[in-house]
């Protein structure tokens, strides 16, 4: 038996790295301190055991080895004049560099999970930049938190106790005791029974709220209507006095906020406000990113290309315009004639006229788990799991990088290996 | 392998060449004294060799540059080059992608760089990019001015603690030397607010940034760093600053080197030396600045030179951002790090016709021209601050020509003239002097002048070739092929390897990256510990075990050691 602490979690942005993991025979038996969608995805479940192809994706797959499935994933994404290569989210950086670099040599686009979900956001920081801080700022220093459109209770467990509700810290000994929580939400969520103030605005509103709680702050309450997307002028001018009145305060975003109608226009409006508020008080504001390493693939795509996202290789120097490169863009128009989806579930979560032209063009997959991505797939490679198996990097929501423990040996190769293999035999068939 | 380059016009300050045909014999990747017969044989045919380039501040990887790329989309689209079977892709500006960084350093004859500040917490960030920029040698200094255990420790008056933290801090991060940056402001940021001198009490911690400089000034000697304090002024970007820069610079006077070379290294003066009282009587005071060099032999300085156009201004000073910000009416990214720093991001365009800008583009220059001794001053841009890498040769150029210099006032806002001395400086510097201040000064300044910045028997073989004939030039008149030649050099040689022929990459190797393992008695950590331990126990969000930066995102390390030695305190 191994007990390994201060082990990280590769299930959401807040990637908490004070889990203690019982490893007996190389299996996971006991994961302590992780919430349960944490536990379960580090214990895992019902993996694909081994490569799978077919041709016709209305039949049924059949096993194949390692190098046949390889083979096969080249020959579809060499064969390809407008090859996408999407996901990225759930895998470690490593991964990353390997898939920007085969995306490079393939003339291909390559997107990540935040086009359909914090890639308005990126939009709104090309605009307005991003005044921020590490959620160690927030624990110390905030008495003043808004969730606006996001849901830790649910989506980010840990959160609130690690970093932002819950939390004690330097300048701020008492906790949630310290601290006004503010949720902002069309639904009375689970973070928002729990709040000191709830702000019950209508779907699609947000922009509007935003607006006037940034006249209000200007000293311009007099333009500002009676209610404002369902929600009294009172209350809003009322908010205004408590985030005023913070010290340190700090406003997460989610999904409500970058995919509800005005999108980026949205966040853009939201960082504005923070900016403003700074010539009172200290504000900061982060966006509440979903999957462990989303953050990281930003981080990595920056670097090595320039822009974080959605970055279109076929003039073999990166192009970057979303609404034209990103994942769907080329999807809904079917330009894509071959996808590769990695460490990301397109299947479940894209426009079902995406999905559609995905169920026609030739998909390779490579994922440790069957997901809705598997049923429009061709070959299907599983692979170890980041962060479990897999030892290597990821960038926490707020931008700190931290290296992820390998818990137990892997039965499957890494997303490493299959993509430094596919790049291998891309570059022969291409004769490179 | 031995390579042998034959009829240099050499310019080594270090070994006082100055210009004469001198071989230089290399065999893996060192300056021998001479070679086999069989040595590949470069002919330089009279053209200008000097040291490969070594700059000493530079942003060029970590938090704050990736940030400036993720908001400006707008730059990356500049400076885009396709991938070839030999290089990837290159974008940017003044945010370049991670291969332009490498690519383009070499491309101007540079071969070392170092990152001018990570945060500790953020270290493996910086690590990351630098692994992935090609050929150079780099290394990043370490953030330590507003750290909290830096702060308890000056408070507590423990120079044994300090010096134990930034020993640690120094492995945590796999730094190189001790950045400051607005002591103490990087704390009061933490609130919106900060500190406005030397004396001003930071809420909280008990101490000021005096006291702050000076404890961090004491253990960097006592520890024997290779590289001094490297200091941001407090109160940078405020008109009136110059004060505060001298005042900080006379700190060093308490303090006695334990190598030679400076005390303490002021850096970027452009964004420093500014007099008036607003930005109404605003004026040059690099000549205040010039003066207190000429006087002094414990502080060395930097340009951080304007350079006309787009700049993306990123610090650790995250007040003087949010101020930017304001003024400019432009995008700002904010960064504070717990426990540890501020930071910011802003663009910025300058312009000819801004006096603001036009008199803060005379200051380096003005600075770099009335300061005796070049070692004093390095020819930087603070890149991207003042603007982007790339213009070296421009600053070059500017620096060896009067007719240039007068020609470029005619362009500029005419404040140039009343509100600094520029006009009437007539000081044209050689190429002996360009090498101190780009190769002999900034390794003599970070402590590397035994195997870099110069050409002598035992140092790394990086070199550069310019197609410049020295004794048929005259860079007064010819000021546009000088530049010209800097900006592509026909040769650029790292660890022995062409890595440039005609400005064009034709190798690509892995440089090292340069960090400082520092030695201090084992109490020391140990009771410095008990401090660390409790402030990840209760305030850091993260574990002390997942703070280090691990040995896999230092593949190619050159560990420069250093330790406990008595320091003497004047």
Known sequence: ?432 | MELLIKNGAVFDPKNGIKGDKTDISIKDGKIVKSVSSSAKIIDAGGRLVMAGGVDAHSHIAGAKVNVGRLMRPEDTRSGIKPRTKLTRPQTGYTVPNVYAMGYRYAQMGYTTVFEAAQAIMKARHTHEELEEIPIIDKGALTLFGSNWPTMDFVREKDMDKLAAYVAWGLLASRGFGVKVVNPGGGEMWGFGKNVTGLDDVVPNFDVTPKDIIVSLMKVNEMLGLPHSVHLHCNNLGKPGNYKTTLASMALADQVKAARDRQVLHVTHITFNCWGGTNWGDFESKADEIANYLNNSENVTTDMGQLIFGSATTMTADGPVQYANAKLLHAKWANGDVELEDASGVVPIFYVKQVSIHAIMWAMGLELALLTKDPYKVLLTTDHPNGGPFVNYPEVIALLMSNKKRQEEIKTVHEAVHKRTKLPGIDRELDFNDIAVMTRAGSSKVLGLLDTKGHLGIGADADIAIYDLKPDQIDPSVEHAKVKSAFQSAAYTIKGGEVVVKDGQITATPTGRTYWVDASVPHEHTEIMMKDIRNKFKNYYSIGLANYMVQDAYVTHPKVVKAGVIPVEVS
């Open chain 1, 1 to 432: 038996m191994t007990v390994i602490t201060d082990a990280l979690c590769p299930f959401c942005g807040c990637t908490c790295d004070d889990i203690t993991v019982v490893v007996e025979d190389n299996k996971i038996t006991e994961v302590k301190h992780a919430c349960k969608v944490g536990a379960a995805k580090i214990k895992g479940h019902h993996r694909i055991k081994a490569p799978m192809m077919r041709t016709d994706k209305k039949g049924e797959f059949r096993e194949v080895s390692y190098d046949e499935a390889i083979e096969a994933a080249a020959k579809i994404l060499a064969g390809s004049k407008r090859p996408l290569m999407y996901g990225w989210a759930s895998a470690l950086c490593e991964v990353h560099k390997k898939g920007i670099l085969l995306a490079e040599e393939l003339g291909a686009i390559i997107d990540n999970t935040a086009t359909v979900c914090h890639a308005p956001s990126t939009l709104a920081v090309h605009e307005k930049g991003l005044p921020s801080a590490t959620l160690g700022q927030v624990k110390n220093r905030a008495d003043v938190v808004v969730f606006w459109g996001s849901n830790p209770v649910h989506a980010h467990p840990r959160h609130m106790g690690r970093y932002s509700v819950f939390a004690k810290g330097f300048f701020n000994e008492k906790g949630r005791r310290g601290r006004k929580v503010i949720v902002v939400d069309v639904r009375k969520t689970d973070t928002a029974a729990m709040a000191d103030e709830y702000i019950q605005l209508q779907q699609g509103s947000d922009y509007l709220v935003i607006s006037a709680l940034r006249a209000i702050l200007a000293g311009q309450a007099a333009v500002v209507p009676d209610a404002v997307g369902g929600v009294p002028k009172e209350q809003l001018v009322k908010l205004v006095d408590t985030l005023k009145a913070a010290k340190f305060g700090a406003v997460f975003f989610g999904m409500g906020l970058t995919q509800s109608i005005s999108r980026y226009k949205n966040i853009d409006n939201a960082i504005s406000l923070i900016t403003e508020l700074n010539a009172f008080t200290k504000y900061v504001i982060t966006p509440m990113r979903g999957h462990y390493n989303v953050t990281g693939f930003g981080n990595v795509c920056a670097w090595e290309t320039g822009y974080g996202t959605a970055v279109d290789f076929a003039r073999g120097a990166p192009y970057y315009n979303p609404g034209e490169t990103a994942a769907n863009d080329v999807l809904l128009r079917k330009e894509t004639d071959a996808a590769m989806i990695i460490a990301g579930d397109a299947g479940a979560h894209f426009p079902a006229d995406s999905v559609r032209h995905l169920a026609r063009i030739p998909v390779v997959q490579i994922d440790p788990y069957w997901n809705p991505t598997t049923e429009v797939a061709n070959v299907v490679i599983p692979v170890a799991i980041c962060g479990v198996e897999v030892e290597g990097t990821a960038y926490r929501m707020d931008g700190v990088s931290l290296r992820y423990r390998k818990l137990i040996e892997p039965e499957h190769p890494t997303d490493i290996e299959i993509l430094e293999k596919i790049t291998e035999r891309v570059r022969e068939i291409r004769g490179d």
